[in-house]
């Protein structure tokens, strides 16, 4: 099994500033890596698939990068709406997949 | 618009089963593999298991295989997770999702989900 490991586990941002989430694989997944947000009560949403492919609807200011084991998220400037617990995800070859513990980015 | 409506959640003892159903529409539903995912309370998200569009390969974690079945029935779209000998740490939100492509890609669609709770 693959283990996704997020990290910081909680990052405080204020609104405008700049965010940046990790995810390592414990092994490659090529550019097979998602990431989703989820809000309190709500199940979570695509934004980044393929490492660095914006979901529809998805704002610019989420950016991703990496492959192999290494991949990042970046929000540029945080809004409101934004702080959010953010998952990676790996889909490498046939299931099972495995996500990342969680990275929640709360208001600094 | 892509719908995914799950149901067949509640209590249940411990060793005991239930079946949760999705039910699907916006989109041809035989086209794309589905998925259950799911989520202990005030914790991170677990992929529990896939099915192929067909219905013919199907997929599971290791700490729930041998106790869940996942079915599909494309002539009513809808999706299956059968589970049975169930322990308290199966308690969840169980979602359905669809894969955004076909081919075994991301989840695109998620469900609103269904809480089971095992407990005495």
């Known amino acids: 099994e693959i283990v996704m490991t997020q990290s910081p586990a909680t990052l405080s941002v204020s609104p405008g500033e700049r965010a940046t989430l990790s995810c390592r694989a414990s092994?490659?997944?090529?550019?097979?890596l998602a990431w989703y947000q989820q809000k309190p009560g709500q199940a979570p949403r695509l934004l980044i698939y393929?490492?660095?492919t914006r979901a529809t609807g998805i704002p610019a200011r989420f950016s991703g990068s990496g492959s192999g084991t290494e991949f990042t998220l970046t929000i540029s400037s945080l809004q409101s709406e934004d702080f959010a617990v953010y998952y990676c995800q790996h889909y490498n070859n046939r299931p099972p997949w495995t996500f990342g513990q969680g990275t929640t980015v709360d208001i600094k | 618009e892509v719908q995914l409506v799950e149901s067949g959640g509640g209590l249940v003892q411990p060793g005991g089963s239930l079946r949760l159903s999705c039910s699907a529409s916006g989109y041809t539903f035989s086209t794309y593999a589905m998925h259950w995912v799911r989520q202990p309370p005030g914790k991170g998200l677990e992929y529990v298991s896939g099915i192929s569009n067909t219905g013919g390969n199907t997929y599971y974690t290791d700490s729930v295989k041998d106790r869940f079945t996942i079915s599909r029935d494309n002539s009513k779209t809808t999706l299956y997770l059968q589970m049975s000998s169930l322990r308290a740490d199966d308690t969840s939100v169980y979602y359905c999702?669809?894969?955004?492509?076909?081919?075994?890609?991301?989840?695109?669609?998620w469900g609103q989900g269904t809480l089971v709770t095992v407990s005495s």
């Open positions: 092994q490659s997944v090529s550019r097979h």
């Open positions: 393929e490492a660095s």
């Open positions: 999702v669809k894969e955004r492509t076909t081919g075994w890609y991301d989840f695109d669609s």
